[in-house]
């Protein structure tokens, strides 16, 4: 047996399939795009999204990241927290946060201090470490996307460095 023939016999009974190979002939499928509906991102669906801890940057993309981590973003909001109680921090933070992201800020920094000791068994930098409890676990969390403490020119570990994500409410009066 010669391969012709093994070839034939390996291939008996085989169909061959239509195949359109003309461009022209395929049509494309009409999509109905609907221009009276504008796509927002509300506070509702923001606040079912996932919550973002100190230094995770899993919920941006490569370039984003790198971005963020050299502190490219410019600071266009600063809340200082020198002098302020705990319960009252807890307020400003908050309102701060939701201020920030409806006016359409993407970087803001908070100062928390470092935390000084008058007192010898007083804790120390209070503030310093509720903040970041705050921002993971509460309301303003979806609003979100990363933060970090930044380099020692912003304040180091006595400030936070956030990035917000991006609000796309359409502004109405404007």
């Not at 923001?46 to 971005?67: C, I, P, W, Y």
């Not at 509460?138 to 006595?158: D, H, Q, T």
Request: with cysteine; net charge positive.
């Amino acid at each position: 047996m010669n391969d012709a023939d093994v070839w034939a016999e390996a291939v008996k009974g085989v169909k061959r399939l239509q195949v359109n190979r003309y461009v022209e002939e395929i049509k494309p499928k009409e999509v109905d795009i609907r221009s009276d509906k504008e796509i927002t991102v509300t506070f509702e669906v923001l606040k079912n999204g996932k919550s973002v801890a100190k230094d995770d940057f899993s919920q941006m993309d490569g370039m984003l990241a790198k971005r963020f981590k050299r502190e490219e973003f410019k600071v266009e909001a600063v809340l200082d927290l020198h002098g302020v109680t705990e319960k009252d921090a807890a307020v400003k933070v908050c309102d701060f946060i939701k201020a920030a992201y409806g006016a359409r800020k993407r970087c803001v920094l908070i100062v928390t201090g470092k935390g000084s000791s008058d007192e010898l068994f007083s804790e120390k930098g209070v503030l310093r470490k509720a903040v970041p409890n705050w921002l993971a676990h509460s309301e303003i969390s979806p609003l979100i996307l990363a933060y970090k403490n930044p380099s020692e020119e912003k304040g180091g570990a006595g400030a936070l460095y956030i990035l917000l994500r991006k609000n796309s409410s359409v502004r109405k009066g404007l």
